[in-house]
């Protein structure tokens, strides 16, 4: 996170080391990473790869305990459709036409201090 301003906020400081660890294991799986944190006018990604022909928009979400149900769950009806106009935007705002794009997200539960890492390849399906 060298340049970035130091997050003062604890859960900010996880989500940010959140998506640290997602990119290294996407990275790891032979994804490229393409943009981080891209923002738009309708809000921001968190992670844009190229992973074997395919555009995939990284949704992460990182969570200390699983007392609130797992990261994954937070993926809400609304946040996907709000995933899939930023994708869209980003499409025509890159000139990429035509392109095969897919939706992954990257579930991060710390268990005693020791992040478990699950990408689910495909999460957002009807697109």
Known sequence: MAGRKPLKDPRHRLGAA?????????????YRI???????PL??????????????????KT???????APQEAVSPA???????LADYYLRAKG????????DVVAITFQDDAPRIEIIVNAIVDV
Do not use: C, M, P, W
């Open 18 to 30: 959140g998506e640290e660890l997602a990119e290294k294991e996407l990275r790891r799986q032979g």
């Open 34 to 40: 393409l943009e981080r944190n891209f923002t738009s």
């Open 43 to 60: 809000g921001e990604v968190d992670l844009i790869a190229r992973h074997r022909g395919t555009l995939v928009f990284v949704e992460v």
């Open 63 to 69: 969570r200390k305990q699983s007392r609130y149900g």
């Open 79 to 85: 946040k996907q459709a709000r995933l899939r106009r």
């Open 96 to 103: 990429l036409k035509d392109q095969a794009v897919r939706f």
